[in-house]
């Protein structure tokens, strides 16, 4: 393993293997196997979990990692090619990039969407763009439409919580002031696919996730058994439901343009889950959600403070989920 | 131990045990004592001493830590319960606090006073709020009204500089542009009533230390043969004084109102500490302050050059006292 | 060795050692050289290379870091002697600097020029009077004048690229939309010139380095049989060079006179590096550069991505470099 950047790159049974590591050094730590190795995390986007837990997790494994974070102790960086640059990046990442990459073993970048270009948002063009910079291994911390630290942490909270493989899981868009990213409702209707489970994305008109995200999670429901479709109808889609996953996004019918966008979810408010939403779901629904999450305005107070709510699981997971793709990489 | 919030939660022994350790530290260095073991820093205000030596103190026991500093890198967190995120803030501290938690063996958290509340901020709600949420080892970096890894760095120089158990100790209020937290003032009244000392808090008038400061330093005094008393009076405080400790602090008389602040403080430049404050005192009297000092504005340059001045070794001991904290808690 | 702030306070033979060690620590790694030894880095300005090169380098020999922000997690630092801190500055470089160094083993600290005094910048003056505050073993990661960590990873890339002893080399000029400092092109010369080399610094009118800059090197270039001139004449200097390393600085003609500055640079967009400089040099002529460049605006795309480029290995160089400088203080 050389590069972590898309549980689609890893067959089913490498993310196994992987949650096997991490559930191995949860129990037996190894706080040597990475003596001497240094872990480089360029942030290019604000972050709490994966600062945190990337850090956390090294050091337990022996290593050490270094923190660079454009815009604030360091020069911002241009991405754009050819740029003329008399702006005010100072550097673009054609140097930035493989510099901190030789200082490295293992670099691991976070770089959000725009919002704006759907379609390069969807090929995750500006992260494969730096991807293709650096020839160390790398690790995808979230890019425009990936998060797949993220995801194989879920993969691991869905494990704990004995949540059958073939169970139905809802990945429902939550109310938010504005548009966020669509790397973690892309990454989680994958790997929900791909971990074999009935998945059905609810959100309202306008609100759609492109084709070529649900194809990709179809595709890996093929594979899987599982299966994947779309609703706008919460009483169809959170039926019998074994999980829902709450997650903000943009309006994808007209991506990038502000206006329509707050338009279309000022009438949207009562998308802030409850418990009411849970009335025609399994007992055990349990609820997930990424975080950070904003209280009463995408998920209510008593649901995150309810027995439903696995979100600290899910964040905690990140921890020795990182440590075991860190320990593939470099041990 | 698995706590360290304030000094009066330990016996006099204890604290003379985490002293101990202390020393010992500094001459036989443990440099595998915490191998493989995290130390989260929470910042939630500035800081310059508690961020370094809580970082290197760490790394000398073998450990490592991470910083988390919401509003540089991190989002901002909301704090009141029951709140309708639909503001600045992205996460609230029911879902951070525990998910940071749960990366380190230790949490630490520094949150200032808001400045407002008086009675809240005596009681320190706030960070006993935040501390509720942690199931973890946690430590106070310093809350509204506490500064335990202050106190127990104090506690250790005036030891260092053979400063008698029950010689007089005064507090003296000290000249500054606006209103700061009484963290410092409160916790500091408390560390020298609780090691036996003659107490006098100097301030001038509605700069009253909260009774309720006053009366756990009594409290304390009671059980180590010191005392604590409040003057106004320069000449009455100081005579005879082994240390005077300056410190800058708020209106108490209307605490929270920044024009009643300032007007009563628009007199009170002379309260800027000078070598002739010191024309009563013993001959080896002692300045500390915890620092950072605006220099000829709360101390005049001549008195921080001077020998009286320990304020470095304050600063300096902050090290190896937290470093003790640290081996109680986690080695 | 006590002190890394110059590499005019070493002999020749003192920095070939250090070459050997960090050639040597890249075949060899000693993940416990540094065991329990801490580097405290204060950044007065930004670094992405300087940032992540130190905490990686130090990480490698098994030793930790701590990295203080003035302005960003820390307040900001008082520099002038005497002040009155009613201002934004909480803190005082007497106190803060030493109580710094006394956290740590080592301690690096990055310091610009202000870009106004010019007799000032080139005497080094608020470096120096923050050296002076400290005791412990002191790490210059740029000052106003100086670059000495650069300048030993420079050495160490033209060693690695063959360029012989007494080739030509040539500090040329570059465009910029502001004036930058003169601590690079000050320590290249320098360098260049103890290596032995025949430098040249092409530079336009009113952009001459110093006379004390050129007077520092020419007395290098004395011991080591190089040479050093300078030339406003771009085929005169660049005729048979061996290597160009492309610097941005300020208008010394009237140094710190901004409008000045930017209408001499206003008509000198053409000093923009092209391949077509390079007609004339040796077949091999390497493109050097510290980073961060703006690309087409100080060098062209077509050079920084074509073979005469050695940006990147400079850059990665700063890292073998500086663990010699760590290991020769504190192993």
Chains 1, 2, 3 share one sequence.
Not at 263 to 278: K, Y
């Amino acid at each position: 393993m050389r590069r972590f950047l898309d549980l689609a790159d890893f067959s089913r049974e490498q993310i196994e293997e992987l949650l096997v590591i991490a559930r191995r050094l949860e129990r037996v730590p190894e706080p040597d196997a990475l003596r001497g190795k240094v872990l480089g995390l360029l942030f290019m986007n604000p972050s709490l979990r994966t600062l945190a837990s990337f850090q956390a997790g090294m050091a337990r494994l022996g290593g050490a990692s270094f923190v660079i974070t454009p815009g604030s102790g360091t020069w911002q960086l241009e991405t754009r090619l050819g740029a003329v640059m008399d702006g005010v990046a100072a550097e673009h990442i054609r140097e930035g990039l493989p510099v901190l990459a030789s200082y490295c073993d293992v670099l691991g970048i976070r770089a959000f969407a725009d919002g704006k270009d759907l379609a390069g948002e969807v090929a995750d063009t500006k992260f494969a763009a730096m991807a293709a910079l650096i020839e160390q291994p790398l690790i995808n911390m979230e890019s425009a439409i990936n998060h797949p630290c993220q995801s194989l942490a879920d993969w691991k909270t869905l494990d704990e919580f004995n949540v059958p493989q073939h169970a139905k899981f809802v990945l429902s868009w939550a109310w938010h002031p504005r548009a966020l990213p669509l790397a973690v409702p892309a990454a989680t209707v994958h790997m929900a696919a791909m971990r074999g489970m009935e998945v059905v994305v609810l959100r309202p008109e306008g609100f759609a996730l492109p084709a070529a995200v649900m194809d990709k999670a179809r595709a890996a429901a093929a594979s899987s058994g599982g299966s994947v479709r779309e609703s706008a109808d919460r009483g169809d889609a959170l039926a019998g439901a074994h999980v829902v996953y709450a997650k903000e996004w943009g309006y994808t019918a007209a991506y990038g343009d502000e206006a329509q966008d707050a338009r279309a979810r000022a009438s949207l408010r009562d998308w802030c889950l409850t418990e009411d939403w849970f009335a025609a779901a399994t007992g055990e629904c349990r609820l997930m959600h990424c975080l950070p999450v904003r209280r009463n305005v995408a998920l209510a107070d008593a649901l995150l403070d309810g027995p439903r709510a696995i979100v600290r699981r899910q964040a905690y997971n990140r921890m020795p989920a990182q440590m075991a793709v860190l320990h593939q990489l470099l041990a």
